[in-house]
């Protein structure tokens, strides 16, 4: 039995917006999921590329993905990574597949010297919690999220 992760092609549009589905279920988010095999072709295969996406296979079979894109931090002056999504189908969740994730993109930064790999958990979700913090992740309680979206989005960026 053999976990191995290898960079998403375009040919896996389906398979990674039927992950992004399955993990906005398990979010409970189901309802903001609104990605197309369109869009994930076009943002992840397209001339310029801004995300990225490595899939873990175990024996041979697409189990889960995590999607990725750089970030900068000005007090660092370096670069970093930020893990958009992580995640491993409920029936290969044991495996050290989600490790296997989490150790790729931690290599990734070492090789290139990046400063960082960050990303969110929900707060409610104890299993993931209780993981991150095993494999070293330390939980930032004292930064809150903004977000603007929606009509907000418009109004603020109205020529």
């Given at each position: ?46 001339p310029n590329p ?110």
């Open positions: 039995m053999t976990t191995t992760i290898r960079s998403a092609v375009p040919a896996d549009a389906a398979l990674i917006v039927r992950f992004i589905a399955a993990l906005a279920e398990y979010e409970k988010l189901s309802h903001e999921a609104k990605a197309t095999e369109a869009d994930i072709t076009r943002d992840l295969f397209g801004k995300v990225f996406c490595e899939i873990a296979e175990h024996d041979g079979r697409p189990v889960g993905f995590a999607l990725w894109f750089y970030t900068f931090s000005t007090f660092q002056g370096r670069h970093g990574i930020w893990l958009e999504d992580l995640f491993v189908e409920p029936a290969a969740r044991g495996l050290g597949i989600g490790k296997a994730l989490l150790v790729n993109l931690a290599q990734r930064c070492v090789r290139e010297g990046l400063g960082r790999l960050e990303w969110w958990v929900l707060d409610w979700n104890t299993p993931s919690i209780e993981f991150y913090k095993s494999q070293g992740g330390v939980m930032q309680d004292e930064w809150t999220k903004v977000r603007v979206d929606g009509e907000a989005l418009a109004r603020l960026g109205a020529l």
